[in-house]
T-cell receptor, first 115, second 115 residues
Framework: SAVISQKPSRDICQRGTSLTIQCQVD?????MFWYRQQPGQSLTLIAT?????????ESGFVIDKFPISRPNLTFSTLTVSNMSPEDSSIYLC????????????FGEGSWLTVV | AQSVAQPEDQVNVAEGNPLTVKCTYS??????LFWYVQYPNRGLQFLLK??????LVKGSYGFEAEFNKSQTSFHLKKPSALVSDSALYFC?????????????FGSGTRLQVQP
């Protein structure tokens, strides 16, 4: 399976600031997704990161708040903009690679606390 | 639309006893079904999946799951629980008859294995 690295692994952020999370994969992958897991909750899909074009956002998530880039088949970033305490969550990058087909693998997550 | 239900917030089992974590799903077409495990302060680890073929699928760490189309269920099982199996378990689904590649997750079930 693909090895997925996320940075930062943890951070404490000030209200009103923005933070960019990086996701690096050790092989080319067809699909990259960003999920959010709020404390004690399940995973909610934020968006599908599309290589070379704008991300596809789920209902309730907008580009101004969660801009996403995917410049190539191994890298993506998610920015959490103008953070509030409600944005305190784990943000998870996930990928589906060519070999595994339908299996989606996850990074270790970026644990953000907004104060 | 696709959805997953995990009716139990928590399952308690004694070490050495069999365990079952329940999952039911809803998709308009045919499902791809997955189980993931999340240990404290970690990301999600893939356990097993059902794509097609045998209804009983075997995965990592001795876990297995049985796909039951008539009951729209995909319960996770293990013949003999270990204390180290204590973690949060997520069932996920996607409809293989649509172009949507992202997974929809259940609410999660916390498994507690007592020594």
């Amino acid at each position: 399976s693909a090895v997925i690295s996320q940075k930062p692994s943890r951070d404490i952020c000030q209200r009103g600031t923005s933070l960019t999370i990086q996701c690096q994969v050790d092989s080319q992958v067809t699909m990259m997704f960003w999920y959010r897991q709020q404390p004690g909750q399940s995973l909610t899909l934020i968006a599908t990161a599309n290589q070379g074009s704008e991300a596809t956002y789920e209902s309730g998530f907008v580009i101004d708040k969660f801009p996403i880039s995917r410049p190539n088949l191994t890298f993506s970033t998610l920015t959490v903009s103008n953070m509030s305490p409600e944005d305190s969550s784990i943000y998870l990058c996930s990928v589906s690679d060519r070999l595994s087909g339908n299996t989606i693998y996850f990074g270790e997550g970026s644990w953000l606390t907004v104060v | 639309a696709q959805s997953v239900a995990q009716p139990e917030d928590q399952v308690n089992v004694a070490e050495g006893n069999p365990l079952t974590v329940k999952c039911t799903y809803s998709v308009s077409g045919n499902p791809y079904l997955f189980w993931y495990v999340q240990y404290p302060n970690r990301g999600l680890q893939f356990l097993l999946k059902y794509i097609t073929g045998d209804n009983l699928v075997k995965g990592s760490y001795g876990f297995e799951a049985e796909f039951n189309k008539s009951q729209t269920s995909f319960h996770l099982k293990k013949p003999s629980a270990l204390v180290s199996d204590s973690a949060l378990y997520f069932c996920a689904v996607r409809d293989r008859d649509t172009g949507r590649r992202a997974l929809t997750f259940g609410s999660g079930t916390r498994l507690q294995v007592q020594p």
